[in-house]
Structure formats: C-alpha cells, structure tokens
C-alpha cells in the first residue's frame, strides 16, 4: 500500500507502496519499496537511524542525521544534510560546507571507478588540493596513469598555466608507426597562436633510440639525436656539436691535438732544404705537410686543432730557416769587409 504523511514521527515502519511527505518528517528504521516523494512541500529528517528506500527518493530537503539513507533508485534533492555537514544539490552543482577535507569514495568491495561528469564529456575542477589515490582521465573512461589526458586521436589537448585561455600550453601527440615521427610535443600556445617555442620527442628505429628537437617560432633551430650529438641549424649532427653557420665567442680552447711540434727545434730534425720546398709549392700550390683546398673540401672541412698545429710547425721551420739565412748574411758581411781590407 501507499500513504501519504504530514509532520509527523514514525518508527520501524515497512511499507510497500510509495510514500508521500507534506511536511517535515521524522523517519526511523524505514523501508520503502516504492518512491519516497516530499518534493512539494516536506523535508526528511532520518533522526538516528537509517531510511531504505528501493524506489526514487524525491525531496527538498533531507536529513540525513549521523546514519544513512539508502536507494537503489535515484536520490533527487534541495538540501542534504550528513551528520553536520550541508550538502547542496541542484542542477548545476554538488557543495559540501565544511572546513575539513571532503572525500568522495566507492566503498564496494570491488575495483569500481569514481565518475565526475557527464557520459561522454566529463569536466574536472578542483580548487586547492586535488588527492587522488588511483589514475585519474580526461577525456578517456580507461586511463593508464597518474593523469592520463586524451583529446582524440593525433590532436592537441591544452594545459593552462595561467587564467588566461589565450595562453597556454599545449600538449600534442602524434602518429607513432613511423621512424622519426613525433610521438609527443610541448608547445606555447599564445592567442591560439602555435608558431611559438616547443620541445618535441620523437621515436626511434624500435622502443628506444628517439630524438628531441626544440623550436621557436613554430621552426625546428636545435636537436639531440640518440647518440647524443648536438646540431644547431642542422638535422644530422655528425659531431657533438655541429653547427651550421656563424659563431661568436669570446674564447675558444681546443684540447687533445696531438705532439706539439717543438721537435722541430731538436738537434737531430732535418730540415726540408728551401730548394726542395720550392719545388714541392710549384708542383702542389701549398706547403708540404699542410692540406690542399680541395682536401678539406672533401673532409667537409678542417680540424682546428691539428691545423693549428700544422700552422705551428711550419712557422717553427720558417724560424728556422730565417736562423739560417741569417748566419749565411753574416757570413757573407764577414767574407766582404775582408776582401774590401784585403784590397786597400
């Protein structure tokens, strides 16, 4: 059967039809197997103990006491108060007003998930301290870790780091199946504008073995290829650095360049004779021992070290050679005043 209360106390009461309430209730140790319904004008107070209802629960207002009420239907309400907590339910909203945290919990004795949000297109918002014990999805019903966003296959999903919507970053993922593809990129995203800075992860030839890149103005300018190597205005950095145009520094020391040549001032160094270089320059058009413009051409470039270092030797037997000449100037000087003396 049915009924229908105004204000009123009731104790142990089991009733099989629906129960309809007109004013403020008191209900104790109640079972409904119907709708419990006070929607037009009453409010449910539980007093001490508990309400079960296997139908909907239809109020403005419950109390919920320090027990339960419990339905198996749908629970729609104004006011719902927990122990001394208020809890606000209404179109738009659920509020807890309370000074201590709030915990939101599936108490099965099962792996349930906790869901916020509509089916299909769920919002997250938290104020303050967001804690959360499992994995938490955006945009996915099935997430894989601690924050798992999706937003489609291939397109970018956007994590504000400022009021402003106009900027923020931007976080991308991208077609995984081929070899250098980018797998995941980092963007500033400003007025919806993304020809900004970037950091970019691409994959390699299996599970391992990627590369990053970095950018701005939309524009790849370094990357770090997976051996480690540095190119900056290239993308096949064949050094730990290789640059591709000018660069300006205050100094620069370059180690590791091999024996430096003060061997060519040893007693036992032969000299190449000058005859002999003269020959080797009009036969070759450089200096022996130093590299043609088309050998370092074809080596894409020179070593600066050991050009140095050739540079270095050649300037010592060059010193050499002025010795050289010079003690052959003194001794024609000295060969000419003593025939001059010898002529007087």
């Not at 309370?98 to 997250?124: E, H, P, Q, R």
């Not at 001032?265 to 021992?289: C, G, I, Q």
Request: glycine letters at 12%; one cysteine or more.
């Amino acid at each position: 059967a049915s009924a229908t209360l105004g204000t009123a106390t009731v104790n142990d009461l089991v009733l099989g039809g629906n129960l309809s309430v007109n004013g403020t209730t008191t209900l104790k140790n109640t079972t409904v197997n119907g709708t419990l319904n006070a929607t037009s004008f009453g409010a449910i107070n539980a007093g001490a103990n508990t309400i079960t209802t296997t139908g909907a629960v239809k109020t403005g207002a419950i109390d919920a006491g320090a027990n339960y009420i419990t339905t198996t239907g749908t629970l729609s309400s104004g006011n719902l108060v927990v122990g001394s907590k208020l809890l606000t339910i209404n179109e738009n909203q659920i509020g807890i007003q309370s000074n201590n945290d709030f915990n939101i919990n599936n108490f099965a004795a099962g792996n349930g998930n906790i869901w916020l949000g509509k089916t299909g297109a769920g919002l997250v918002t938290a104020m303050n301290n967001f804690n959360v014990v499992g994995n938490v999805g955006i945009g996915t019903t099935i997430p894989m870790a601690k924050l798992h966003i999706n937003n489609g296959a291939n397109t970018d999903a956007a994590i504000l780091a400022t009021s402003d919507e106009n900027n923020k970053l931007v976080v991308s993922s991208g077609v995984t199946s081929s070899i250098n593809a980018t797998t995941f990129k980092i963007t500033h995203s400003f007025g919806n504008d993304l020809n900004n800075g970037y950091i970019s992860f691409h994959r390699g030839g299996s599970t391992s073995g990627g590369f990053i890149t970095l950018g701005t103005t939309g524009i790849e300018r370094l990357r770090i290829d997976n051996n480690g190597n540095v190119g900056i205005g290239c993308t096949n950095p064949t050094y730990k650095l290789t640059v591709k145009g000018g660069i300006l520094c205050s100094e620069v020391k370059v180690i590791e360049v091999g024996q430096i040549c003060d061997y060519v001032f040893a007693p036992t160094y032969k000299l190449m004779p000058l005859h002999e270089v003269e020959k080797f320059v009009k036969t070759n058009s450089h200096l022996p021992e130093v590299p043609s413009a088309k050998e370092i051409a074809d080596n894409g470039g020179m070593n600066i070290g050991e050009m140095q270092n050739t540079l270095l030797k050649k300037v010592e037997e060059l010193t050499l050679y002025m010795i050289e000449i010079k003690k052959e100037n003194e001794q024609l000087k000295a060969d000419m005043q003593a025939f001059i003396n010898s002529n007087k």
